[in-house]
């Protein structure tokens, strides 16, 4: 006797679509935001009403962004309850055979296909690499309470238009709490437009700009609350005639030992409130310490303090120990630490 499962024809089922928008809005409530974002996200572009509901119901959920750009730029969203999607722009591929395509913003048809075997990743395929970014952006900034976390950039890596990247980098006028601009040469007029985004709250910067790169009028404002610039062969000390910034780290300047005791004299006297940390790592190793600190230990009967503090502010845990501790015109400690080829300075506010 057949059982009950071997005697079905599977075949002659029929499957009717779910209806949706049929729902009471309750439970079209609950259905929507029980979605994870990839269902969410593939629900909103099939219609105009859905992408106004998914949008609605998902409004007080804080999404992370997070966007690497390199050979494609690749968008990275993770929902509250872990749940996330992965979005990339790349180029077009010579064999389109096999791709769907969906409406994107206001570019139809786009190629698509999913990253198997996670369907969580889904690569779209443009003739324009940032022009599809773009696109890609526009929709899930409109679609997500997004808060953008990380920006990470290979310039190595990117076989488009830098110039178009670095544009539309500036144009996103939305805070960004985490970014990395990785090695490679680039052109001086990008690396300016780079350096005076002020979305870029934590930034660390290897790009390198030539040799000849100057810019008299950059300084460093609370907008830039945490940076490190590595290749600051350009910094001047009329750069750092004013500090916003929280934290500074800056490497292969080219300081002079004048010039770097004439930038801790006016550092002691408080006028950059906000500087609680900056190490500034030069190009030699042949400091001339006694001339740096000429005119700083003369204010005070200052000795090397071995007792050992942690700056644990901004995301950084280091110990701080043989340093020349001064009292600033302010009130506040400072802790110099000196070595043949940098110069530390802590700010205990």
């Not at 049929?22 to 439970?27: C, Q, T």
């Not at 040799?211 to 008299?216: L, R, T």
Request: aromatic share 12%; proline share 3%; glycine share 4%.
């Amino acid at each position: 006797m057949k059982t009950l499962l071997e005697s079905y024809n599977f075949e002659d089922e029929v499957f009717e679509a779910f209806r949706l928008m049929n729902l009471p809005y309750l439970a079209l409530e609950q259905v929507i935001k029980s979605m994870s974002l990839m269902e969410a996200f593939n629900l909103s572009i099939c219609s105009p009403t859905l992408q106004h509901f998914v949008k609605y119901f998902f409004k007080n959920q804080q999404i992370k962004l997070q966007v690497h750009i390199y050979d494609g730029i690749q968008f990275r969203l993770e929902s509250p309850n872990g749940s996330f999607i992965s979005i990339k722009a790349r180029d077009c591929l010579e064999d389109l055979d096999g791709c769907m395509r969906m409406k994107i913003g206001n570019a139809s048809k786009i190629p698509f296909y999913y990253c198997d075997p996670d369907q969580n990743h889904v690569v779209t395929c443009w003739r324009d690499v940032v022009k599809g970014a773009i696109e890609l952006n526009s929709l899930i900034l409109d679609l997500f309470n997004i808060h953008f976390e990380k920006l990470h950039v290979w310039k190595e890596k990117i076989n488009y238009d830098y110039g178009s990247v670095v544009g539309w980098i500036n144009r996103m006028n939305k805070p960004i709490e985490n970014v990395y601009f990785a090695k490679g040469t680039v052109d001086d007029t990008l690396y300016s437009q780079i350096i005076n985004s002020e979305n870029f709250q934590k930034c660390r910067i290897h790009q390198n700009p030539s040799e000849n790169f100057q810019s008299q009028e950059f300084r460093f404002t609370d907008a830039h609350v945490n940076w490190q610039v590595f290749n600051a062969h350009w910094i001047t000390l009329e750069n750092l005639s004013d500090i916003g910034s929280a934290c500074l780290k800056l490497y292969d300047i080219k300081f002079t030992d004048q010039e770097m005791s004439t930038f801790l004299r006016t550092l002691i006297t408080g006028k950059f409130p906000n500087l609680e940390m900056i190490e500034l790592r030069l190009n030699r190793r042949d400091l001339n310490l006694p001339l740096i600190m000429d005119g700083i230990v003369d204010r005070e009967n200052v000795v090397m303090n071995w007792d050992v503090r942690v700056f644990d502010r901004f995301g950084y845990n280091t110990s701080v120990r043989g340093t020349i501790d001064v009292q600033m015109d302010t009130g506040e400690t400072c802790s110099i630490k000196l070595y043949a080829s940098a110069v530390y300075v802590f700010i205990w506010k």
